[in-house]
């Protein structure tokens, strides 16, 4: 695993986002965080003795014209027991950004350095407090737009993915650790590994954990950077009024005549914790204006990239030769027919649109507001299967991990091959070698630089 640099530079960020605000936090790290803070900071005992762990009240000043830049509280967190296991002090402020600019400049002025994106993190990292599971459960915190998705972020926080792979490891180095014998005692082959055995155990604690993980991951991607639905139907079918239902707000126009959404609109929506991008879109029809035509094609391109597609009907009519055209337009798409105006008396029969093809249907009234939650079940269902078992096993790996743990199971793969076939042991060694290093990516024993630097990029500043 990379390590902190012997006597690194101090660091200083704003750690609150920016705008006014009650409080404002600066964070300095490193080795002159309490000298810095002894140089600005008077405090209103004179006897101060600056305990760790334990918030000081005073004012911060300017150390040549002796003026008052803010009343504070400030606090001083001795190593190793801080964010960053380096001496750390915190400044909190008013929360004016212009404050919190002036007392920034002034903890630059003392010689300390600005902090990149995600550094405070970073030498968490390093130095030993956090591992990589963890440091990027921190950034799933920041970035999170759902409940559910914080809980994820949470659990991998409390160590629920780092656990599990710790468990395989272990399994592999007490393997990797019988094949080393057999490599120095190859008379003894045969009494030092049973490869029956040994298959066992690889398909029982390394191979189906590994499987679980990666299905998981599926799941943990949807909850992290959720899904895009796009809504389309004819004009008038009623997309803007469900868009209205759906968001509980007047987003979007709703009038009778037809081609009144004119552009995309789009809103995020939570659906059972699933973030989504909900669009609504230009009613699609022939003969229309120029204006009408551009939002047309965007419409084609979102439905092109979305991950589900909502197809309205207007129940109240019979399916016209529009609809049917318009269907087998985005009938390459996942899909759900929403059958709106279940208030009034239907006419829509849908297998008259979709003869051979078995599209689930939802009737709703987005008028009245019935059928909205059934279809809101609907959708979530259809995009996540319906199963939430990554929330019983405590974790939900991201697309990082989930390379990682790609190439780790086809080592695994290798290694029963070899074992299956009666290989030499050097080979398994190699592939159970491997492995372990994969799965070492993961929680950052054997990251590289240039990943690490990718990761720590993705945090703001201040973290």
């Given at each position: 695993m990379p390590t902190a640099a012997a006597n690194q530079s101090t660091i200083a960020a704003i750690s609150t986002p920016p705008g006014s605000g009650g409080i404002g936090i600066i964070r300095i790290s490193g080795d002159q965080s309490l000298p810095v803070l002894k140089t600005l900071f008077t405090p209103q005992d004179p006897n101060c003795t600056y305990e760790s762990h334990k918030f000081h009240y005073g004012h911060i000043v300017h150390p040549a014209s002796g003026k008052i830049i803010d009343e504070i509280l400030a606090v001083y967190m001795q190593t190793p027991k801080s964010y960053t296991r380096e001496d750390v002090v915190e400044i909190h402020c008013h929360g004016s950004f212009l404050v919190l600019q002036n007392v920034l400049e002034l903890i630059l002025e003392q010689g300390v350095q600005l902090a990149e994106p995600g550094e405070f993190t970073k030498r968490a990292f390093l130095n030993g407090r956090i591992d990589l599971t963890k440091a990027e459960a921190v950034i799933d915190i920041l970035s999170a737009r759902t409940r559910k998705g914080v809980d994820i972020?949470?659990?991998?926080?409390?160590?629920?993915?780092?656990?599990?792979?710790?468990?395989?490891?272990?399994?592999?180095?007490?393997?990797?650790?019988?094949?080393?014998?057999?490599?120095?005692?190859?008379?003894?082959?045969?009494?030092?590994?049973?490869?029956?055995?040994?298959?066992?155990?690889?398909?029982?604690?390394?191979?189906?954990?590994?499987?679980?993980?990666?299905?998981?991951?599926?799941?943990?991607?949807?909850?992290?950077?959720?899904?895009?639905?796009?809504?389309?139907?004819?004009?008038?079918?009623?997309?803007?009024?469900?868009?209205?239902?759906?968001?509980?707000?007047?987003?979007?126009?709703?009038?009778?005549?037809?081609?009144?959404?004119?552009?995309?609109?789009?809103?995020?929506?939570?659906?059972?914790?699933?973030?989504?991008?909900?669009?609504?879109?230009?009613?699609?029809?022939?003969?229309?204006?120029?204006?009408?035509?551009?939002?047309?094609?965007?419409?084609?391109?979102?439905?092109?990239?979305?991950?589900?597609?909502?197809?309205?009907?207007?129940?109240?009519?019979?399916?016209?030769?529009?609809?049917?055209?318009?269907?087998?337009?985005?009938?390459?798409?996942?899909?759900?027919?929403?059958?709106?105006?279940?208030?009034?008396?239907?006419?829509?029969?849908?297998?008259?649109?979709?003869?051979?093809?078995?599209?689930?249907?939802?009737?709703?009234?987005?008028?009245?507001?019935?059928?909205?939650?059934?279809?809101?079940?609907?959708?979530?269902?259809?995009?996540?299967?319906?199963?939430?078992?990554?929330?019983?096993?405590?974790?939900?790996?991201?697309?990082?991990?989930?390379?990682?743990?790609?190439?780790?199971?086809?080592?695994?793969?290798?290694?029963?091959?070899?074992?299956?076939n009666n290989l030499t042991t050097d080979l398994i060694a190699v592939d159970l070698q491997e492995c372990l290093n994969h799965l070492g990516d993961i929680v950052g024993e054997t990251t590289t630089e240039d990943i690490l630097d990718v990761i720590f990029e993705q945090f703001c500043l201040g973290k």
């Amino acid at each position: 695993m990379p390590t902190a640099a012997a006597n690194q530079s101090t660091i200083a960020a704003i750690s609150t986002p920016p705008g006014s605000g009650g409080i404002g936090i600066i964070r300095i790290s490193g080795d002159q965080s309490l000298p810095v803070l002894k140089t600005l900071f008077t405090p209103q005992d004179p006897n101060c003795t600056y305990e760790s762990h334990k918030f000081h009240y005073g004012h911060i000043v300017h150390p040549a014209s002796g003026k008052i830049i803010d009343e504070i509280l400030a606090v001083y967190m001795q190593t190793p027991k801080s964010y960053t296991r380096e001496d750390v002090v915190e400044i909190h402020c008013h929360g004016s950004f212009l404050v919190l600019q002036n007392v920034l400049e002034l903890i630059l002025e003392q010689g300390v350095q600005l902090a990149e994106p995600g550094e405070f993190t970073k030498r968490a990292f390093l130095n030993g407090r956090i591992d990589l599971t963890k440091a990027e459960a921190v950034i799933d915190i920041l970035s999170a737009r759902t409940r559910k998705g914080v809980d994820i972020a949470q659990q991998q926080l409390s160590g629920s993915l780092y656990n599990r792979i710790d468990i395989i490891r272990k399994s592999l180095t007490h393997m990797r650790a019988l094949i080393e014998v057999a490599i120095d005692f190859p008379d003894e082959d045969i009494d030092i590994i049973d490869r029956e055995q040994l298959l066992k155990q690889l398909d029982n604690e390394v191979a189906v954990p590994i499987e679980r993980l990666l299905k998981n991951a599926d799941q943990g991607k949807i909850y992290r950077e959720g899904i895009s639905v796009v809504i389309t139907g004819l004009p008038n079918v009623g997309k803007s009024s469900l868009m209205n239902t759906l968001l509980q707000e007047e987003r979007a126009l709703v009038t009778e005549i037809p081609g009144t959404t004119r552009d995309t609109i789009e809103e995020c929506l939570d659906i059972h914790g699933m973030p989504v991008r909900l669009v609504d879109t230009a009613g699609i029809r022939d003969e229309v204006g120029k204006v009408e035509e551009l939002g047309i094609q965007r419409a084609m391109t979102l439905i092109n990239e979305a991950d589900l597609v909502l197809f309205m009907l207007d129940g109240s009519k019979a399916v016209s030769d529009g609809d049917k055209q318009l269907f087998h337009a985005v009938q390459h798409k996942p899909l759900l027919a929403v059958i709106n105006k279940s208030d009034l008396d239907s006419e829509c029969d849908i297998s008259s649109l979709t003869p051979d093809v078995n599209v689930q249907q939802i009737q709703i009234s987005a008028k009245h507001q019935q059928g909205i939650e059934g279809l809101k079940h609907a959708i979530f269902t259809r995009v996540t299967s319906g199963t939430d078992q990554w929330e019983e096993e405590g974790c939900a790996p991201n697309i990082r991990h989930k390379a990682a743990l790609t190439k780790a199971h086809e080592a695994c793969q290798h290694i029963q091959d070899a074992l299956s076939n009666n290989l030499t042991t050097d080979l398994i060694a190699v592939d159970l070698q491997e492995c372990l290093n994969h799965l070492g990516d993961i929680v950052g024993e054997t990251t590289t630089e240039d990943i690490l630097d990718v990761i720590f990029e993705q945090f703001c500043l201040g973290k």
